[in-house]
């Protein structure tokens, strides 16, 4: 029996930085607006692809996944304005749900019966997962937050449309139209206050959480359909549930039951990759 472990190479950094995202981000955004936040963090971005040899590419694909990764970007960062990191990560990760439809309706990608008994089964894990954190959900931060999700799900198949080009051009184009969104933007909300805290959290939302995770995924959606890739992102709720029990942070038994039945629809997503 032998199985192909390619994407979990990629898998495994970018799980361990996106448990940290929503945390570092919730740090830096209270301190400043979603644009500034966000233009701070894609030039930085921006200048990271750069100096390792990004080369600008520009059309109308190129130009549809940047604006797709700016919404994303703009609506996650206003959601954590009005919601906690915690409820954030569950609304963000109704991405898969909706990536489905968009994956077979722009690439005609259609999911296995398995890879839609997983999804299925995972994303019931991330309902019950967020259900004793509901009770603080304000309505416009949760529903600009599934919103988010939405987006996510159209850049990773916009990601994977555009999988033969190079990744690390693509992600310094993306950063780099980005950054012009966010400086046009800039008049409505340029709010900021500097201090350490905002500092600790941009620096670690702009490169492991930022940069580097955006290539991460980019990577993943390059080798595997979305559909695959995206239930693999449970597995981020699944270790910042591992770390709070480090941090002595004690779950729920109806956040158990949701975090083994995320594990348990990767697995059967997952199945066909088992070969004979």
């Known amino acids: 029996m032998r199985v192909k472990l390619t994407v979990f190479k990629y898998l495994f ?28 963090r894609y030039m930085i971005s921006t200048f990271i692809f750069f100096i390792i040899g990004g080369k600008f590419i520009f059309n109308k694909d190129i130009l549809q996944l940047s604006i797709y990764t700016s919404l994303s970007s703009l609506l996650w960062a206003l959601g954590l304005k009005y919601v906690t990191p915690g409820e954030s990560a569950v ?55 599934v ?39 800039l008049p409505l909300d340029y709010d900021i206050n ?3 805290e905002f ?25 595997e359909k979305v559909t695959k890739v995206t239930v693999l992102a449970f597995s981020v709720p699944i270790l910042t549930t591992i770390e709070d029990i480090f941090l002595g942070v004690i779950p729920y038994k109806i956040q158990v039951i949701g975090i083994s039945l995320m594990f348990l629809g990767i697995l059967i997503s997952r199945a066909r990759k088992i070969e004979k």
Do not use: C, H
């Not at 945390?23 to 830096?28: G, V």
């Not at 939302?205 to 995924?217: D, Q, V």
């Open 13 to 40: 950094p970018y799980v361990i930085f996106g448990s940290l995202n929503y945390y570092f981000a919730k740090e830096a955004v209270t301190y400043s607006s979603p644009i500034i936040f966000n233009l701070i």
């Open 91 to 145: 609304l963000s990760y109704t991405m898969p749900l909706f990536s489905i439809p968009i994956s077979i309706l722009i690439l005609s990608e259609k999911p296995s019966k398995l890879e839609l008994l997983g999804l299925i089964i995972g994303f019931s894990g991330v309902v019950l997962y967020g259900l004793p954190l509901s009770y603080g959900f304000t309505l416009f931060g949760a529903i600009v937050t």
């Open 194 to 196: 500097f201090n350490p």
């Open 199 to 223: 500092f600790e959290g941009i620096a670690y939302i702009s490169t492991l959480g930022g940069a580097i995770s955006f290539f991460l995924w980019n990577l993943m959606v390059k080798i």
């Open 147 to 185: 919103v988010n999700a939405i987006f996510w799900a159209l850049f990773s198949v916009f990601y994977r449309k555009l999988r033969n080009y190079d990744a690390i051009s693509i992600n310094f184009s993306q950063f780099l139209i980005g950054s012009i969104i966010f400086s046009s933007l």
